[in-house]
């Protein structure tokens, strides 16, 4: 709540009706917008900020004919299927072939522990960018609509990763790649995922524009998909051959695609920068689950950065963030369901 003009008062309520003041020490409250610009309103203006929070996660995944959610918002108009099926994949992206695995379950360097180890079935193949997207690809983006550029912060751009781009901004990004490619879009403006109808999905098979990879297909794609490779890291157990971590890369990130890749051909996915992925975490997979997709308001981070040691780069490991979040050693990479 804000009292006064000028020099805002403000006051937080706590659930045990306890309070705390402060003052605003700006003269703006700035807001940034799902589209990634930002909003200045002066707090003199407002009353009232109200945050709610989601309590506990839907966990999804269980059960392979769970029909989808309609979507008022959704198009009835018919799908041109065979745009979807001759549209043309960017040169940088690699098939993953469907399969099954044992998430979480791959040893850590230099130990065996794993981290709630459970079965995952993919029923689909999918596409998957063979490196990071870099500050050249995400400034096309921003120059076809206008949108903000990300900072490098001191440390180069051009075929770097990008860095300081939220969640938001990977979707956005992935939604002018379908849009270029006339294919329905993978996100709503609410960044729910969406099947090739418009209609809320949460089976990752059933939607076919350009999209974040989702937790499992992340790590099953590092693993090597159906060719399971069993490294600490993805594509060797020697950090050094794949990975750019804090004691090999200078204090920044570096080029993609300059180590050594996987036995699917992917680059970078240990080390340089964290990657975002489509859907949240969740503990609860304890037994085998069909095309998961865990939606909460964290999203998962897979991969490590430059700035982590080696130790820490572990292909099992993952964090969370907040999805408006940016950092300087966070990105994203591609993916894209392949239609049957």
């Not at 799902?34 to 309590?55: A, N, Q, T, W, Y």
């Not at 079965?119 to 400034?139: A, M, S």
């Amino acid at each position: 709540e804000f009292e006064g003009e000028g020099n805002i008062l403000t006051k937080i309520r706590l659930k045990n009706s306890s309070e705390m003041r402060g003052t605003i020490k700006d003269d703006f409250i700035v807001f940034r917008l799902l589209s990634g610009s930002e909003l200045g309103v002066s707090p003199g203006k407002i009353k009232s900020i109200v945050f709610l929070k989601k309590e506990e996660p839907v966990i999804i995944g269980e059960d392979p004919n769970q029909e989808d959610t309609p979507n008022p918002n959704a198009s009835e108009a018919p799908v041109n299927q065979s745009l979807i099926d001759s549209a043309s994949l960017p040169e940088n992206m690699v098939l993953v072939e469907r399969g099954s695995f044992t998430m979480g379950d791959v040893p850590r360097r230099g130990g065996t522990d794993s981290e709630d180890a459970h079965n995952v079935v993919l029923t689909y193949d999918f596409y998957i960018g063979k490196c990071e997207v870099t500050f050249d690809e995400y400034d096309a983006f921003c120059d076809a609509t206008g949108s903000g550029k990300p900072s490098a912060d001191g440390m180069g751009s051009g075929r770097k990763p990008v860095i300081m781009v939220s969640w938001w901004n990977a979707i956005a990004y992935c939604n002018w790649l379908s849009e270029n490619d006339k294919i329905p879009k993978a996100y709503d403006n609410d960044g729910n995922l969406l099947d090739k109808y418009g209609k809320v999905t949460t089976d990752p098979s059933k939607a076919v524009g350009y999209r974040l990879p989702t937790e499992a297909e992340w790590e099953y794609a590092a693993e090597g998909g159906p060719n399971n490779d069993r490294y600490s890291l993805y594509g060797s157990d020697n950090a050094d051959e794949v990975a750019w971590h804090s004691d090999n890369c200078g204090g920044e990130t570096q080029v993609v695609g300059a180590k050594k890749s996987n036995s699917l051909g992917l680059f970078d996915m240990s080390g340089n920068v964290w990657e975002w992925c489509s859907d949240s975490f969740s503990k609860s997979m304890n037994s085998i689950r069909t095309n998961p997709y865990c939606i909460d308001f964290y999203k998962v981070l897979r991969g490590g950065s430059c700035f982590d040691s080696a130790w820490f780069l572990w292909i099992g490991d993952s964090e969370t963030s907040n999805p408006f979040e940016t950092y300087n050693d966070v990105g994203f990479r591609i993916c894209r369901t392949a239609t049957n």
